[in-house]
Each structure stands twice: as C-alpha cells, then as structure tokens.
C-alpha cells in the first residue's frame, strides 16, 4: 500500500505537470497570436507570406545573400559572428524569430574537414554511384537520412547535397559525388536522398543545374545543346528528383548554357525551372557563380552564396539595391526572392524544429554507410567461382596495395568528410585544395583478418612489385586494392590508373591465380589486366566501415547486388569526345558540344552507335543465378505495367534488379523506364509489378512545349542490364500530349 506521502508527491509532481504543459500551451499560442506565421496548421506559402509582410528592406535583403563561413577567409573579412565554420551563414532575424542559415557542403556527409572544424567528424558515405548502383530507393533514403540527422545534430540546417549531374564525361572528376548516366535512376535515388535529408527538418540543395558535366573549365565553359535534348537527359533528372525529394533549394551551376551563365539562365530558372516544373523553393548560386545583380535576379536567382568573397563583387547587397533605385529590379521580385527562401524554411521545418547540438549515434550512422556499399557494390568479374572466399578453410591471403593496411579512399574537394579517427594515411598531394587526399580509417587489412582468423594474411604496400608478387605466390589468394584519386576541380586526361598499378596486378595476377582485384576509384578505368584476374569488385569510394563491408562481400557474408549505373567504355574511342582538352593542364576551349550524343547519353550513345562497351548499363554479378519469366504489359492510355516473375535458382540468398527499357518508334536506343529489386532466397521467386515512367515514353516536343508520344509501336524489354534483356513485347500507343 502506498504511503500518504508517496501519494501526495505524485498528485503535487502531476499538477507541476499539467501546468507546465498548459504554460508553454499557452505560450505557442500567445506566440502564434504575436507570431501567426509559426501556426503549423498554414501551408509554407501562407506563413511565409505573412512574415515577408513583416520584413524591413534591410532585414529582407540580409536573406538574399549568405558570407562564406569558412576559416580561410580573406584577412580583410572577418569570420562571421554566430557561424559555424562551414560553407555559408545567414545571420538570425531575432526580431522576427527568424533563424540562421547554417550551411554544409554534404554530398557524401557532413563536410568536416580539419581545415574548416579541427576535431570534428561525421560519418562518411559511400561515392555517389555506390548509392545508385544499389538501384535500391530504400538505401537512399537512408543515407540521406543519416546526412540530415548528423547534420542537425551539429547544427546544421541547410545541406549543400543531392547531386545529380549526369555523367556524360567518364573523366569528369567529380562523377564521384552524382548518380550515374541515366535520368530515370540518378532522379529517382537522388530524389528518395533529399527526401530523406528533409526529412530531417534541414533544407537540401539539388545541384549543379544545369550541364556541369565536366570539371575542365567549369568556370568559363559554355555547353552547346538543343532544347529537346537537354529536357531528355539532364533537366528530365532534375526534374524527377525534384518531384520526388522536394528540395528546398536548386544550386545553379558554374557553366554557361548556350550563351548563358546557368545563375543567369533565363531560360533555365525561370522558364523551366519555375514556369514549367512549378518549383516553389528558392535558387542560390554556387560559391563563385554570380556574375551580376538585375540580370541574375531577372533571370531567376535568388540568393547569392559567399559572394563577398568568391564573386567579384557582393552583387546581391549595393549593386542589387542600386539596380531597385534604377527600376531595373522590380519591388515584387524582391519579395518573391525572400518569399521563396521563408517558404523553404517553413516547409522542411526549420523554425519549428530548430538545429543544434545534440548526441549522434556514430555506430548506427557507420552502419547505415557499410550496408550502402554492401547493396551497391558491384561484382564485375567472377570466374571459376573465385568468389566468395570460404575464409573459415582459407591458411594465407595476400593483400596488396592501396594502402589496404590503413583504409579506404575518398574523393577529393568539397564533399570531403573527416571520419572518426582522422585521416588515416596524412601528408599525400595535395594537402591544399582540392586535397587533402583523404583515406577514411576503416582498413580492409584488419577487417579480412578479424573475418579470417585462422589465416596467416600479410600486407604488402605494392610499390615494390617484384616482393608483392612474391607475398603473392606464397598465399593461397591474392587480393590487390587499386586506387584512383579523383576530385572536384579536376577532370583526369584518361582512364588508366597511375603509379605502375597495372603492372603490378599483372606481376600478382601471374604470380598467383587467385588473384581478386578491388577498385577504389571515381569513374570507369582501363584494366589491360582484366582476362587475368579471376574476380573484380567494384567499390568506387567505400566510405564509412569500408573495409569492414569489402570483407563482407569477398567472404560472402554479403552477396552483391550492385548495378552499373553508368556505361563501362572499353578505351576512349568509344565516347562521343575522345579527347577532353586542357584535362591535363593549359587553356580549356571556350565550349563543349553535347549535341554530338543530345539525349542518348551513356548506354544509349553505345547503342544508337552499334558499339559495344566492356561492361553495360545495369550489369552486376551475383554468388547465385536468377531467371527472368516471360513479360506482361498492361496499358492504359500512357500508364504502362510491366509484370516479370523473377527468381532465385542458385544457392545464394541475393538480389536481382530488373530493369525494364523502352524503345519508341524510329529509336536506334531504348531508354531505362521502370526497375526494380528484389531479394531472393534460393528457390524463392516473386511476381514484379513495375510502373513505366510516361516521359520516357514520349519526347520532348519544342513547338508544342510539352511531352509528347509519337504513337505507333513502342517495344518493352525486361532484362539484367541494358544489353541483356528478354524477348520484347510491342505496345500499341496512340500520339497525345501528355
């Protein structure tokens, strides 16, 4: 029986209770009478309409433009008061309860280098086409999660991420941070990204928009392309992604677009982008992509990122109010920059769900980035069954090369994470930008020999050639790391990989048949040595846990199930530019000319050219075998079905992704319109409904400005890549606007 006092002390705790609850009742509702923007029962249109009404001149041009946050700031410049160090801040507007814009480059995590916040870490994600080769909308969402809620935690509440350029340039050296060749994929995955980043109550950018396909003059290069090809490729990625993720905020690009600066493309952000699509969000610059004051704005920028530094001049501050006073920029059109902004930050839940420093769970964040590269990794070679390794049965193992023995690469520029533990292999070049090159510390070394107990595994670094093959004829299997640095601001002049690493494969390869190689690199690479190996795993950058996952997957704990999001050229005569001039050093011409490939980039440049790639679009290997049953389409109108049973006939649990593709009357290529991935269990087989995007099964009519089906005989194929499909199925359509 409980005592009096018991009693009473619960009766008096529950009263404290109640009436707290009752005063911050009756504060949010005082506030929200004072305040009547921050009634969450308003759409993001009508709160941020209100409190524009509220805005000074002053206080609404603060929101235009941000002051870079970074700790290399010009001496002259102070550091912003309040900033976190980072990409770009917005001072608060506690007048209006308006809160900062904190600002983070975050295409692969949380951006935290030691340059910008010494001791500080996140965790790292894979490369970008780690996330698309998963074909698995599930795994993005769940990285983008896991950015947005790191990102939070530290503060953050706008993220510079969802990239989305379409890799046109197998060289480009950023190809590491997007999601492959295709419209359909890389639109849908990053879209699931953002949303999952929003998610998380912080804004997220989608970038570069549009056409920043290449790093060689990023800066000054103007791309040449027709209207109808651009919306059928690049723009249709935006496009998806947009409508999927929603993203509070589009980042123009550094390029021209026919004639134009992207952050001063009319046609771009206000026909296409506004008029068109509906966006609602806000536009900002990249650092460094403003380039005028009425101009930009009249085209549709909206706010303009560390101007003040990375412009010639803050055009969005003096230069904006003096274009105002000249009649040149409209009241109106101010508004609707702010308007945008507010909208933005009602949307995702900036003001109700504030930013700041809270606890983050690092191993359940490494987690979710060790089972991205365990779902997008790709098998691309595997025979005689060299994989998986029983490492139960296993005595030695030779692992070689890429510093295997400390951890894994990662990509270079502003997307650079600072995982837990530092940088695992300092003082490479270069240790300034792009650099540093940076090696997560998750070695592959430790993780085969926590995985492989009973063996003896040995590290040889692979510089020394002759004693690596030697390690390797000794050892029962041979496991070669090869290594590529890639990095924003530079595109690589080829594919090969540098310091005498083919030379070394092949040393290893002949010393040792088992010989397994794993690729840590941004895009495709020559592999002279290919026929010689028995097996090569695909891992591009691994991030976190890397090595951990790259065990996983060799020893068959994890059955692969990437799948190539991007054509893998045999040699460079294959592309529609063999060359890629100034690439390794000197001028960069004035343009680049995509209407040699228009929209048929990637998979469809090889097939409308009869030309055969090493490795296709969509291909992955898997530990079991899959059968695809015969296709069903169902049609009504536009809204196409496709149903294919799949199923499971090796002895392997795994995933398979059925890719469905499109071919319209007259077409030498088809086009990726539906897919989807299944896990199997062996003898298990399941009936897969998929839904056809419509736009991929129309063009883009210029003169009618729309999508438009051309009708007749649409044939649908389903198959495991974009060459391997089944028997087709014609479809009748007849022509109509979308």
Not at 167 to 188: I, Q, S, V
Not at 314 to 337: N, T, W
Request: hydrophobic share 40%.
């Amino acid at each position: 029986m409980k005592s009096k006092a018991a009693t009473l002390r619960r009766a008096v705790l529950t009263g404290a209770i109640v009436m707290g609850l009752c005063t911050s009742a009756g504060m949010a509702t005082a506030q929200t009478l004072t305040r009547p923007w921050n009634d969450t029962t308003l759409s993001p249109d009508a709160r941020a309409k209100l409190l524009l009404a509220q805005l000074t001149q002053d206080e609404k041009f603060q929101l235009l433009h941000s002051y870079y946050a970074g700790p290399d700031r010009p001496a002259d410049k102070p550091f912003p008061k309040g900033a976190i160090a980072s990409a770009g801040y917005i001072a608060p507007i506690d007048r209006l309860g308006i809160p900062a814009l904190e600002e983070s480059d975050a295409g692969l995590g949380v951006a935290s280098s030691s340059r910008m916040r010494p001791g500080d870490h996140a965790t790292p994600l894979p490369a970008g086409p780690v996330t698309a080769a998963s074909w698995d909308p599930k795994v993005a969402y769940r990285g983008g999660a896991m950015i947005g809620s790191e990102a939070h935690s530290k503060g953050f509440n706008v993220l510079l991420a969802g990239g989305i350029n379409l890799t046109r340039e197998p060289r480009n050296g950023r190809n590491f941070e997007y999601a492959g060749e295709d419209p359909l994929l890389a639109g849908t995955l990053v879209g699931e990204a953002i949303k999952g980043i929003q998610d998380q109550h912080v804004i997220s950018t989608i970038k570069h928009f549009a056409l920043n396909n290449q790093e060689t003059g990023r800066n000054t290069i103007n791309v040449q392309i027709g209207e109808q090809a651009m919306r059928e490729s690049d723009l249709l990625a935006f496009e998806l992604a947009i409508e999927h993720g929603k993203p509070g905020s589009v980042m123009c690009s550094y390029n021209k677009v026919n004639g134009d600066w992207a952050c001063e493309n009319d046609y771009l952000m206000n026909q296409v982008l506004k008029r068109d699509w509906k966006y609602p969000g806000f536009v900002m610059s990249d650092w460094g992509g403003a380039h005028s004051a009425a101009k930009a704005v009249n085209a549709g920028l909206d706010q303009e990122s560390a101007g003040e530094v990375f412009d010639k001049e803050l055009y969005f501050d003096a230069p904006l109010r003096a274009a105002l006073a000249k009649g040149e920029v409209k009241q109106s059109r101010i508004d609707d920059m702010v308007e945008r902004i507010l909208r933005s930050m009602f949307a995702v839940g900036v003001f109700q769900y504030p930013a700041g420093k809270a606890p983050i769970d690092s191993q359940v964040n490494l987690k979710v980035a060790r089972e991205t590269l365990e779902s997008g990794a790709v098998l691309l070679r595997n025979e005689h069954d060299t994989l998986p390794l029983d490492l139960n049965k296993l005595q030695s193992i030779a692992v070689i090369g890429a510093h295997a023995d400390k951890g894994v690469l990662a990509g270079g520029g502003s997307s650079v994470v600072t995982a837990m533990g530092g940088n695992a292999v300092p003082g490479i070049a270069p240790t300034t930008w792009p650099g540093p090159v940076m090696y997560h510390p998750y070695a592959p070394l430790k993780a085969l020999r926590d995985a492989a107990p009973k063996a003896n595994v040995q590290f040889a670094e692979g510089n020394d050639v002759a004693a690596a093959a030697a390690l390797a004829a000794k050892s029962q299997v041979a496991v070669v790391f090869v290594q590529k640095w890639q990095t924003e601001s530079l595109d690589s002049p080829d594919m090969s990989l540098p310091d005498n690493q083919d030379a070394l494969v092949e040393a290893v390869a002949k010393a040792n048949p088992r010989t397994i190689v794993v690729l840590e690199n941004g895009n495709p690479v020559a592999m002279p040595w290919l026929d010689q190996v028995g097996a090569v795993l695909e891992t591009w950058y691994p991030g976190g846990d890397g090595g951990k996952a790259i065990a996983n997957l060799l020893s068959g704990k994890v059955n692969p199930s990437g799948r190539l999001p991007v054509s893998w050229p045999a040699d460079l005569s294959q592309l529609p530019r063999k060359d890629l001039p100034a690439a390794a050093g000197g001028t960069p011409p004035d343009a680049v000319d995509y209407t040699i490939e228009g929209a048929n980039v990637g998979y469809r440049w090889y097939q409308s050219k009869a030309i055969k790639p090493l490795f296709p679009f969509g291909y992955g290997l898997s530990y079991t075998q899959f059968t695809h049953g015969p296709l069903k389409v169902d049609a009504n109108g536009y809204q196409l079905k496709a149903t294919v049973d799949v199923a499971n006939t090796g002895t392997h649990a795994g995933a398979e992704v059925a890719q469905v593709y499109v071919r319209v009357p007259g077409a030498k290529a088809a086009r990726l319109a539906g897919y989807s991935k299944v896990f199997l269990k062996p003898g298990e087989h399941r009936t897969l409904t998929i839904p056809l995007e419509p736009r991929l099964l129309a063009d883009f009519d210029v003169a009618k400005h729309g999508w438009v089906v051309r009708g007749g005989d649409y044939s649908v194929a389903e198959g495991s890549s974009s060459d391997a499909v089944g028997t087709a199925v014609n479809v009748q359509l007849t022509t109509g606007k979308l």
